[in-house]
């Protein structure tokens, strides 16, 4: 197991470097009383660490532009913003996230910017600004794996290089790796993480036929 920092304060856990806080927190708690994530934004999900230990071992090159999808609480987001130096924005359909994406950038003392919009909104040219574009248990619903899909293709058309998509093993995210598959470079993977404890998931990647 890696040796984990004694912090100094409870309800603080770390996790690959960055510094996250427990729903027990005063913080959360006291944020939670303000505002309510509805779409499953209520918390840190595993699929986040996931996606950090397959970072760590495919690293994005430092000072890239990156995108979350479906950001919720952004953990995955702050670590790119925290490891990779990344220029990071978190996109949620629920606006009820961000305060809590604020309250974790701030503690790592990084910056993340803040996008509300479904995942159906977001264009080829806006999507292509971006060189990465990540996702963390994102596809849970049937209705979200056609979204997601054509989302993916208007990231490549606009020219995006890499797709990451982490997930604990929903039969929509089988779905939507399958349909990928078919058409884009892949790759997917079981993969684990150990911090802050262990989770196992799966990891789908997703890049361009020709790198532009
Ligand atoms: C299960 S949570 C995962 C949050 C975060 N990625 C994590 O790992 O902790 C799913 C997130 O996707 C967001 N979401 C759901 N449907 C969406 C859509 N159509 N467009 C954008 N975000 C969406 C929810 O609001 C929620 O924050």
Aim: glycine share 6%.
């Amino acid at each position: 197991m890696p040796r984990l920092e004694r912090l100094p304060e409870d309800h603080i856990y770390q996790a690959y470097g960055i510094y996250m806080l427990e729903s027990k927190h005063r913080l959360i708690r006291n944020l939670k009383k303000l505002y309510s994530p509805s779409v499953h934004g209520h918390k840190t999900w595993r699929s986040s660490f996931v996606l950090m230990d397959y970072l760590k071992e495919y690293p994005i090159k430092k000072r890239s532009r990156v995108m979350e999808i479906g950001c919720g609480w952004g953990p995955a987001a702050v670590f790119c913003a925290k490891t990779f130096k990344a220029d990071v924005t978190g996109v949620d359909i629920d606006k009820d996230v961000f305060p809590f994406l604020d309250v974790f950038a701030e503690l790592n003392e990084v910056k993340v910017k803040n996008k509300v919009s479904r995942f159906e909104n977001l264009s080829a040219k806006r999507l292509g600004k971006e060189d990465v574009i990540i996702g963390a248990d994102i596809c849970f619903w049937d209705s979200m794996v056609k979204p997601l899909y054509k989302l993916i293709g208007r990231a490549l058309e606009g020219g995006t290089t890499r797709i990451i998509i982490a997930d604990p093993g929903r039969p929509t995210f089988y779905e939507l790796a399958d349909m990928c598959s078919k058409k884009y470079r892949t790759r997917f993977y079981e993969w684990y993480s150990i911090e802050p404890s262990r989770s196992t998931g799966e990891i789908l990647e997703i890049r361009p036929l020709k790198i532009k």
